[in-house]
């Protein structure tokens, strides 16, 4: 098994710290509650800083940051910045660099976690393996004229330090003593770390693996929201591809999507603005004509029943009716209301249920 191991290509300093707090967590916390116990000190820290630290990657790295999916005042871009490095993903610059490239050749060789290339790949092998050099930034150009990113940048590894491992450390010193100190070290530290990053991780991989594509299938990135729990809101990953500058990743209201509500509350507390939104009408225009291309692409497909095709056959012509009158309202330059788009809503998830009762969601093209 390990002769197939490419040692030579071994990352090895990223390898060492990603294995290393990923055995503490397996052998140093259960042993440290097994002779110290836990509180309710230790768990809430922990989720303190889970909370805190992987918003400022969802909120800050990702939408703020990789996107410019808002503006926000910079006391909420300095505290995401700070405690961003905790999560150990490395500077923003970074991140949002790899990650504007991800979606720029998503699938393809230049994307930094491509999934054509296996799902231990997508979800951490590509930084094992990350022997690469440093992208030129060359698409982050108006992140390094930030003076604030750029510091950040320049002392990463102080900062995420002192954050992950030293300011728990001390907490938990205050709180009861060296064995709370070594508590808080091995639980809001070392395994709040390795529990966070897999969480991330899982976008890049499970989100491109598992999961309903009701927006495009141009790339792999899927909905789940099971993904959107464990994520913080950002498991609705095929419609994030599709709008990638939206503010929002769950956009309907009943999608779990922590992260947008957190942006919506700073908006109303004047530390965000100009949040961009994808109009409603574009949103189920693009889910009627990825509804329109999988009912093609099955309809195309040999082995249909009888009922089942002349099932298909009626939606798709309906679909195509709700299409060309659309196309006519638009061209036309029509008012759009509120009761037409829920009319197109309830279209589109006829054909979703129409779809999913056949067995067949996010069919791939023939």
Not at 23 to 32: D, G, H, N, Q, W
Not at 108 to 127: K, M, Q, S, V
Not at 315 to 338: G, N
Request: hydrophobic content about 50%; some cysteine.
């Amino acid at each position: 098994m390990f002769s197939r191991i490419p040692f030579e290509k071994v990352n090895w300093l990223i390898s060492s710290f990603l294995i290393g707090t990923l055995f503490l967590s397996l052998t140093a916390v259960p042993a440290y509650i097994w002779f110290f116990g836990i509180d309710w000190f230790q768990i809430g820290l922990f989720f303190a800083m889970f909370f805190a630290i992987g918003f400022s990657v969802t909120l800050g790295y990702h939408r703020l940051f990789s996107h410019l999916a808002f503006q926000a005042h910079w006391t909420v871009r300095l505290l995401t910045l700070i405690l961003g490095a905790a999560a150990f993903e490395n500077s923003v610059l970074l991140w949002a660099c790899e990650h504007r490239n991800h979606h720029k050749h998503v699938d393809h060789a230049d994307d930094p976690y491509c999934i054509a290339e296996g799902l231990f790949h997508a979800h951490i092998g590509w930084l094992l393996f990350k022997l690469d050099p440093l992208p030129p930034f060359d698409n982050v150009a108006d992140l390094q004229k930030d003076p604030l990113v750029m510091w950040q940048h320049r002392h990463i590894h102080w900062i995420a330090a002192l954050v992950a491992f030293v300011f728990p450390t001390i907490f938990g010193f205050a709180w009861g003593g060296w064995s709370s100190a070594l508590g808080a070290f091995l639980i809001a530290g070392v395994a709040r770390i390795v529990i966070l990053q897999h969480c991330t991780f899982c976008i890049n991989s499970l989100c491109h693996y598992v999961g309903d594509r009701p927006y495009s299938s141009k790339c792999s990135a899927r909905d789940w929201w099971l993904m959107a729990i464990v994520t913080l809101g950002e498991g609705y990953h095929n419609y994030h591809h599709e709008f990638q500058h939206d503010y929002r990743n769950g956009v309907k209201p009943w999608q779990i999507d922590p992260t947008k509500w957190l942006i919506w509350t700073l908006s109303k507390l004047g530390l965000a603005r100009k949040l961009r939104r994808v109009p409603a009408e574009k949103i189920i225009l693009t889910e009627l004509a990825e509804a329109q291309r999988q009912l093609e692409a099955y309809l195309a497909h040999a082995g249909l029943t009888e009922a089942a095709s002349g099932c298909l056959a009626a939606t798709h012509l309906r679909l195509q009716a709700i299409a060309q009158q659309w196309t006519l309202r638009q061209s036309q330059k029509l008012e759009v209301t509120s009761e037409m788009l829920a009319t197109l809503r309830s279209e589109v998830r006829m054909v979703t249920r129409t779809l999913r009762r056949l067995g067949v969601c996010d069919l791939q093209a023939a």
